[in-house]
Every structure is written in structure tokens, then in C-alpha cells.
């Protein structure tokens, strides 16, 4: 569910959105949202019996997950810097 996130919506915010601060914003709240679903949806799976997210027993520690999440969040800012960079040439083209 992140991962469709920050494809779907990371560029084109950089792209759309005039401040870059603004679409860092939006896209983190994006994120996040999914994020606390995507989390929630996992959780109740494992309580369920599936452990193909998180390993069983209450001394493991999700860090594989966790790496992941950052990971994809870090890409999806660099997505938005791309998309704003990308549409500040264009814009600058067109005024130009």
C-alpha cells in the first residue's frame, strides 16, 4: 500500500504542487495515512496466524520492516524533488 503511494502520488506532487515544502507535506501525509493502514492491516494478519510480515514470538523486532517503510519513504522524496525539478524546467521553458 505505500509503495502504491509514493508511485502514484510522490512525482506528481513534486510536478503539480508550486512549493516544495507543500509537496513534501502532502506526500508525508499521504504516506503516513497509508502507512497506519498498511501497518494495522499486517498486524491483524499476524494475530490471525500469518507470519509472512513479522516473525512469530514476542522477543522478535520488525526491523526488516521497518527498513523497508524508510526506505520507500526516502524514495518517494526523492520522487517529489524530481517532479518539482522536472516542472520548474517546464515552467521555465514555457515563460521563456
Do not use: C
Not at 503539480?16 to 513534501?24: D, F, I, Q, V
Request: glycine fraction near 12%; hydrophobic fraction near 55%; proline fraction near 3%.
Amino acid at each position: 500500500m505505500i509503495a502504491i503511494v509514493t508511485v502514484l502520488l510522490a512525482f506528481p506532487l513534486g510536478y503539480l504542487m508550486r512549493s516544495h515544502l507543500a509537496a513534501n507535506v502532502a506526500y508525508a501525509i499521504a504516506y503516513l495515512w497509508a502507512f497506519t493502514f498498511q501497518t494495522l492491516y499486517l498486524t491483524l494478519s499476524w494475530v490471525g496466524g500469518d507470519d509472512s510480515a513479522f516473525e512469530k514470538g514476542p522477543d522478535a523486532f520488525p526491523l526488516s520492516y521497518g527498513l523497508v517503510a524508510s526506505g520507500i519513504f526516502a524514495v518517494g522524496f526523492g520522487l517529489v524533488a524530481l517532479g518539482h525539478r522536472v516542472g520548474a524546467r517546464r515552467a521555465a521553458r514555457v515563460a521563456g
